[in-house]
């Protein structure tokens, strides 16, 4: 398995800092998952400027807060986990 | 036995945040792990010298960030935008940082296998 | 896989702890072992016995409490977070000379060391809330 960073954010543009913190730190072959008030960066509107990066929403917060994705996938709880496994080490700005 | 990098973004004395982050990266040190501290954002004013926190009656972090050399702790990594954007100076600051660029905090996060964001 | 899980933020003023209760769940669906749960800053509050629901409302502490003792997994509340915060047990309580405990009891108040004892044991370590 490859040395890989899983990103967790749960904060959305309030503190548009912290996405940028964890922009700065995104390695080639890390993940990006936004969950809790994260989810709102995973909206058309911020689309363009993630689409380098390789995001994921989580499900149950989307719906919670009437979000649809934008091109970008979305897991659920089981995902989640997965894509902890999937990355050696994961990271959660908060 | 783990590399642990543990984060902090909040400034001293308004929350419990900066002491906590202090304490867990002197647990990791006390317990014989590696591990390193990056501090962003308003973290960065947590090494302002002098601190007088009595007028608060809060204890001063100052005595818990001189022991980091203590345990091996000797190098304070900062991001260096959040340094500029405040107006701070390596020189400045109590102790001894290594300024990271976005490059810089890449290779940090890589080379530890537990990162905290405290 | 063994995981440890670290929560920061209380119930109520975040979600975080809701959050890290799920993929608890999750991971042990899925078959993986959970090391420790370690609860850290104001996530102490996830063990507070006294913290009340409504009954349309989902009681966390209740839910840690269960989910805890029915698996039996090792849950550990760093103690210098919890007494400052109020979160305590019986034999803090006569320590420092007053009354009452409130510690759920599937949890236990021990130092930071359990922590990093546990994610040097850990393939993973997912944390859930803390910031300001």
Known sequence: MSDTTLHILNRGPNQAELLNHCLDSYSDGDALLFIEDGIYWAAEHYAEQLSQFHCFALKPDLEARGVSASGIQTVDDAGFVDLCINHSRSVSWT | ?118 | MKFTLLIQSAPIDSQSSATALRFARALLAKGHEIERIFFYRSGVQSANRLALAPQDETNLPLEWQSFISENQLDAVVCIAAAIRRGIVNAAETARYGVEGDNLIEAAELSGLGQLVAACAASDRVVTFGGGA
């Open chain 2, 1 to 118: 036995m783990k590399h642990f990098l543990i984060i902090a973004r909040q400034a001293p004395y308004g929350s419990a945040a900066a002491r906590e982050a202090l304490e867990l990266a002197l647990a990791c040190a006390l317990f014989d792990q590696p591990v390193s501290l990056l501090l962003l954002d308003d973290a960065c004013f947590q090494l302002l010298p002098e601190h007088k926190p009595a007028a608060i009656q809060q204890k001063n972090l100052a005595a818990m960030q001189q022991s980091l050399p203590l345990y091996d702790v000797e190098k304070i990594y900062i991001c260096e935008k959040s340094m500029h954007q405040r107006g701070l100076q390596p020189e400045l600051l109590s102790l001894e940082v290594v300024p990271l660029d976005a490059a810089g905090m890449k290779k940090l996060i890589r080379e530890h296998e537990v990162v905290i964001n405290v």
